[in-house]
């Protein structure tokens, strides 16, 4: 639409469209350099992944385990911070905990809450407790009383 402002003979294009002069003449030059072919927009691949593809598929192994199983601290679970020192320790691989995520989700992964379980729990004990839990529950209802006035 630019160009064709400007080849109608518009002085304003610029202003008609609600864009600066400097991109209605990157809108033309791309036109007098390659025609209409030269204002199809093209995808952008973007900066490549810091992380090179030969040592992808042992960290996202690495990351079926625990930090601790891997040989790396005593994290119980990986966050992006013990993430993003794995990386600089073991690979001298530097990127932010953000694009530390966005790799991550990229490659199936989620953000979850660890859900811990005691290892030496009475299931039988539990079952006493809530029971115990739920007649004491009954005993202590409130009770309300109508007040005069």
Known sequence: M????????????A???GVSARTVSTYVRAWNAGGPEALVPRHSSGQPTKIPAAIEAEILTALQSSPAAVGYGISANWDSRVL??????RYQITMSRGGLRRWLHRHGFTWTRPTYVLAKADPARQTAFREELATLKK???????NLPG
Not at 84 to 89: E, I, K, M, S, Y
């Open 139 to 145: 005993r202590h209802r409130p009770r309300h009383h």
């Open 2 to 13: 630019a160009v064709r402002l400007v080849w109608e003979g518009y002085p304003a294009a």
């Open 84 to 89: 993003q020192a794995f990386l600089r320790d």
């Open 15 to 17: 202003d008609i469209l």
